[in-house]
């Protein structure tokens, strides 16, 4: 992570080298419920607060979540019937006071506007951040800090970062900023001037604290470009092109945010604090003639990055990025071709600055088919004078969008599957966060380098990556249950079978909270949600599976600072009743927070989730040990889960599907 | 697994719905020596053994391994300079003995000719299964069995089974047989007659155990059909086309066996036991000039299906699917367009039948790339009046086939990236087995029912799937160590920071297999072989890191019979040093094995693993509690684990690769 500074200048339109016409789909006039703000919404907004505040700086600004029960009455009933209420919910610091401002989008008036009193701060806004990256030139003891390295202070750039929580009672809100050598390169995040710490108070909007301890070597730039434009031949390895094309058109269709493709239907909203909201996903049922609802709201709620230095300049960088930076605000336009294959469709949107004005965001989201899979398949040779082959063809719907917090990118893939798996994937690139060091061999090392010797005078410092989804599952209505089955091993020992042992299933119900707070390691089982409610013809009980990905646990102790803020880390899965405010599992104002708003909180109510509408959080880690490929830019290091229909479907759900007809690639 | 009767019969050709032409490559007369044996050389053996023994039964004939370090200096010279000797390796039953035979392809001689006294049997040859199956068509017992169920025996088809061990000292050689109705439909294990246990002597040809105990309802055909031409309207969810072409032609070339692609090169080996074998595989570093070894082997050394229902008509299943029935025996046919997409390439190659004689088999693998994904990427916003966007399209070489043992089909994947890893993957798909029950609907469930009732009258049965890799990596260069590093909480309690932890990492070097034995689970850490006598340039070990697949581990007891010969699950991981002998986890002759010849018998030798020529083992298991989802032929449900490199470059090596150049769908 660190600052974003000019994005709002620059957008990714078409790269020159694309030859392919790129389908950009406008919203239409048309609006969904769940559509994030658009550019008039926005303006009305900014209206409203600033005529009842003129000085006011926009932290968030987004679609207050329609209650839920009216959000499925209006699909059922369609918008003829059922008017959704269309509001605003605002956080904004007005006199250095966080305030919590609802809009009514309709009448256009302020429902409410609260002070938060309590602990942490909103996500930064991009516009303070731009202001206070520029402080340190204009700040002598920095300046002589550059002189006293020899560095040339025009080719200096700086960035800020979350000061985080170490145990403070009250604190003013507060950045640090890092700086870096721009020279010869624009992996500046590679070229750190280490040694130096500068605290920046945002509301003062001044350096209140400033340190230059020890100089470490600046890293060269040689070899850390990553743009094509720099390199020099021999390039490769070389890539052979793939031309393609639909002939039927694409499978999938957008209607404004909502998309319709093969058996699902679902909508894509946006927001600058989520980035990529997947909700409504309901899936056609070929057999029972009617959608059935899956997944009522997905997106990722948090990202912690706890860094693992605990020296003075690096001890603090326990971000996150969600909540701090904006997921939403972080996202950065897919670059066609590139990001996306030809054949993707992309979504606009907007987000806000400072001051409340909307920004245009264009291509925000992508929405391409994926081939090349296969879907079911069997050869049987079993049946004397018969041979039997039948394939079927996979295409799968992916939804990426890409969150570019600082130095690191997120690419996040939702893929739909039409057999009714959804499979939420996360994967890193970008450029690993180092720190500067006079070794420039590892046998030099005499200590901890908390890191990985990446480069010549670099350390790639050890960390982690905490993703935590959101993921209302609403399996065939809202009402459902979790439940754990365990496999265990029976012995046999009454001489009943030839065999010693076996294994079978025993499925508890999470009774509570409690009872749904998972770390997933060596115990084998299965975790579901169910809908206790519904059942198929032969009476198993209707549900989707977590197939988790690989896990990862915590490291911290568990009173750490940074753990008790990201305690929702401390398990892979829990699940709560679903409770309109509690989205944010590291809190809503997470900006040094305290960590008295986290999921980790919330569950200690220990809620009833029997037959309830209950959300499931997943947790997705990587610890990240740097290695020498991750610089100075990182190839993608990927992780994945899947939310499977298990006993959903009285039977596959793809058995009658055919395979794409085969097409040849240019007719004459 | 099953029995596959008349597999040798009928080939998969061109699917008639395909209109585009299917590259099929053809070895060339030039021979790598390690290209699976040719016609020629099958007729060789046949005729040598033959004129030894004219009545022989031969269960495996393949290419002997020639020794490492003749192949690469083969490689490294090429051969005018060095000549590889030819052998074939035969296992064969001659007058009810397993004889082990080696044969001298180039002098035509017997080299050497043993009999085997040991616990176990050879692979199962297709040939005396299809015999087999005949049986108890002309025995009367059965026959009545037939009648008094009310089934009309010219609808039944019997499958072959193997027999597992349960501690009986001595054995003959048998094998059990399931009995099907094929009326109404072809997916015949989905309507097995239960009830009845049939067990063959394989040697004598005569059913020798015969019980009928009880009388279960034989599940309907209704709903199991998986054929499209027998399916009826409504289809769906519908697919749409993706017409595609290589411009420049594909990126990889096949010349024989031998691929190379983008900055790899490797050999596709083919055995009918082991299937695929990816060998030789090496990576072009752009920066040496020159290519670098990293997986001298690979391929899946067995595969351990144990069923988890005691009763005497299940509790045996407990199928050594690559040694007992041969993953390249059970190799299908790829069916173009279906199973690979448009811009595949095919491999055609030979298995034997157990006379000897040569049998073609067509599309056993396909070669294509894959794209959609990105390779690396960087949005940079953080430096005053400049916006960066690189993005690289990453394409993907993949090697797939698919082996269907009976009614389970294993898609198997080997993913090359350009950025060095290499990405095996599993895929199961193909029918469930399962157990006849007078049950119609859960609530009348009364005991254990040991799986899923599918469908009514249908019991899917839990069980599980554990391949093991074999894969000697050899990085850069032979001689290499297996490093466990692991993730250590530091707690600081000096107050020498204002955190309370942080972690960082302990590198071991695995001294002895025992070291190397682990258990995936909770603790965190990376697992890597390296080669301790190269460096990078700043003084990194070189090495490539196993991301495993999320683990499964075994659920039967120790002391359980078909455990003590599946102990090779005992471990996710384990390492030993190279021994040309050491193969098959589950030991050469693992029909009715006794477990004295498996990877947990070999190294209790507890050898020394360091800078020596080592092979990392690798075990990748589902606990399958089948769904109704899976019912009446499975969606694929996949795994997969990630050999990347780590510090074996001194950067990113795919830094400088362009994204393929773009391209028009259809030029006018």
Known sequence: MASTTIKFALFSTLTIFSLQTVVSVTPL?????????????????QKIVLHKYPKVAFHYIGLDDPEKDVILKWESFKPNVITVPRKAFVIAIINSKSHEILI??????????TIYTGNGFPTLSVDEQ???????FKYSPFIASVKK?????????????????????KSNRTARLDCFMKESTVNIYVRPISGIAIVVDLELMKIVEYHDRNIETVPTSDNTEYQLSKQS???????????????QGPGFQINGYSVSWANWKFHIGFDVRAG????????YDLEKHKFRRVLYKGYISELFVPYQDPSDEFYYKTFFDAGEFGFGL??????PNRDCPPNAQFIDTYIHSADGTPIPLKNVVCVFEQYNSIMWRHTETGIPNQFIEESRTEVNLIVRSVVTVGNYDNVIDWEFKASGSIKPAIALSGILEVKGTNIKHKDETKEDLHGTLVSENTIGIYHDHFYIYYLDLDIDGTHNSFEKTSLKTVRISDGSSKRKSYWTTETQIAKTESDAKISIGLAPGELAIVNPNKKTAIGNEVGYRL???????????EDDYPQIRGAFTNYNVWVTPYNRIEKWAGGLFVDQSHGDDTLAIWTKKNRDIVNKDIVLWHVVGIHHVPAQEDFPIMPLLSTAFELRPTNFFDRNPVLKTLSPRDVVACPK
Chains 1, 2 share one sequence.
């Open 276 to 283: 990529v909201i997947i909700s409504l996903a309901s899936t």
């Open 233 to 247: 031949p021999p390039f490769g390895p070389k890539q052979h092109s793939l031309a393609s094309h639909q002939p």
């Open 130 to 136: 731009s202001v206070a990256i520029e402080l340190p």
């Open 330 to 335: 972080s996202t950065v336009s897919l670059i």
């Open 149 to 169: 390295r020899g560095l040339n202070i025009s080719e200096v750039v700086c960035s800020t970062f979350s000061v985080g929580w170490f145990g403070e009672e």
């Open 29 to 45: 006039p048309f609006q969904h419920p769940l559509d994030p703000l658009n550019k008039e919404e926005y303006l009305i907004v």
């Open 104 to 113: 009514d989008l309709r009448l256009k008036n302020i429902v409410y506007d």
């Open 547 to 557: 197939i988790p990905a690989i896990p990862a646990h915590p490291l911290l102790v």
